[in-house]
């Protein structure tokens, strides 16, 4: 049997490994036009840092996390997201004596669910977090990123922005009381995974996909009722921005996410076009968690993107990487074509060769690698000190002269 990757991990090369540099770019650009500073991280940290901020009965820490005992029997852990291990570094490196602090990481986290379309066990993600405020500008200005970030890879793509608030603390602990109580009256009828989180995780019951809990759902008890008038006014703040802004959202009361450090806005991003795996952008506001994870007592919020389901998204997407393909067409003028390869690459243009020497060839090699030019070389070419040059999009070709051929590329 052919050697195959490991069940969920994927290797991502041609169009898709072109797609993703793309995607990086334009995550790039932006956070530097937005001024976040980009920080990388081990992918490993201590189990510790995970369990408690993550939710003990989170999914993530009951069954998703690589977990292994180091050989002096410390334990570690993959990391499974990158908002926790960004804030470790902030604290470990001191960098929360100057607040806001506006960081950026982009890499792979690990995470054993089971797989499925856009669902990976070892997936990327671009992640953004502003720490030490409180400040409703911040999770607005959060949310353009997400949103300006997206209109650049999809400009034509109907994105919807869901948003929610989870309140403060108070509101969320008595809500999940309530909630408990209400979902026991049904527990018959729940589903077995559902059953399972009445007592320990009773508000992800919100969120699930079973055609029965969503029934439930429907009418059990709404967070808008619980939350107090600062929580109230916070999310009424946020949703007159998002309007003056001209953002289009959706309320969802159930919308609650995965993670337990959560309180007030919420917010996801989602492709009607994605399947069940539907998240492509997923974050909100974390009041309680530097202060949880040993830091000052201080407001965060962020979200993180998954490139991997922003790449299945592009599939009608084609990028081309401005290759030129030099076709030669013999062996023979093999010299004269390595010069102007080195020629070409002096000048930072990014110039191809197949050693196939067969014009038919190299020709059907360059349509398929979605070349725009091809140089071809043949012994006219080759005595005149010219090649001709075709354009692989219009199939138009002109001979030129060799001295010409940088300034023509580059225009
Ligand atoms: P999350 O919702 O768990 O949030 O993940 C964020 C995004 O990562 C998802 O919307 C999805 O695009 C992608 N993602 C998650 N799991 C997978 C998977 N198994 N396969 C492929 N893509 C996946 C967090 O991770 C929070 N740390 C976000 C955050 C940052 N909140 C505040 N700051």
């Known amino acids: 049997m052919k050697i ?37 991280t081990p ?37 499974p997201e990158y908002t926790t291990p960004m804030i470790r570094s902030a604290i470990s490196n001191n960098l929360l004596e100057k607040i806001p602090q506006k960081l950026y990481g982009i890499g792979p986290m690990f995470r054993r669910e ?23 500008a911040a999770d607005l200005e959060l949310i353009l990123l997400g949103d300006d970030i997206l209109k650049s890879i999809f400009p034509d793509k109907k994105i919807d922005l869901i948003i929610n ?32 989180k009445i007592e320990t995780n009773p508000l992800r019951i919100l969120d699930s996909k079973d055609k029965d809990d969503i029934k439930i759902n429907f009418n059990a008890p709404k967070i808008h009722d619980y939350y107090s008038k600062e929580a109230n006014k916070k999310f009424d703040e946020i949703k007159g921005l998002l309007q003056e802004y001209s953002i289009n959202y959706e309320i969802n009361p159930n919308l609650v996410r995965g993670l337990d450090y959560y309180c007030h806005t919420v917010f996801e991003f989602k ?84 050693y196939k020497y067969n014009l038919k060839k190299s020709l059907s090699n360059a349509s398929k690698e979605k070349s725009k030019y091809a140089i071809i070389i043949g012994e006219d070419e080759f005595k005149n000190n010219t090649c001709t040059i075709k354009n692989l999009n219009n199939n138009t070709q002109q001979n030129i002269s060799i001295d010409n051929i940088v300034n023509f590329l580059k225009e």
Not at 117 to 130: D, L, P, Y
Not at 274 to 290: E, F, H, K
Not at 311 to 338: D, P, T, W
């Open 4 to 40: 195959q990757p490991v069940r969920g991990t994927h290797d991502l090369y041609n169009q898709n490994l072109i797609k993703y540099n793309h995607v990086l770019k334009i995550v790039n650009r932006l956070a530097k036009v937005y001024c976040f500073d980009e920080i990388i």
């Open 271 to 354: 492709s009607k076009d994605l399947g069940s795996q539907d998240t492509l952008i997923g974050g909100g506001r974390y009041d309680g968690l530097i202060k949880l994870l040993g830091g000052p007592d201080m407001p965060g919020v962020g979200w993180a993107g998954g490139i991997d389901r922003i790449i299945m998204l592009m599939e009608n997407i084609v990028l081309s990487e401005k290759k030129i393909h030099l076709v030669l067409m013999n062996e023979k003028i093999k010299s004269y074509g390595l010069k102007l390869l080195d020629l070409l690459r002096k000048n930072n243009i990014y110039a191809y060769l197949d």
């Open 165 to 196: 608030s989870l309140g403060d603390q108070s509101t969320l602990k008595k809500f999940k009381e309530d909630l408990k109580i209400f979902f026991n009256k049904y527990k018959k009828d729940l589903s077995e995974e559902s059953k399972n």
């Open 114 to 136: 089971r797989p499925q379309k856009g669902r990976f066990r070892q997936f990327n993600q671009i992640n953004f977090e502003i720490l030490g405020t409180n400040d409703i």
């Open 43 to 79: 992918i490993f940290e201590t189990t510790e840092l995970f369990r408690k901020p993550l939710g003990k009965f989170s999914d993530v820490v009951l069954k998703e996390m690589y977990t292994f005992e180091d050989r002096n029997n410390s334990s570690l852990t993959l990391r």
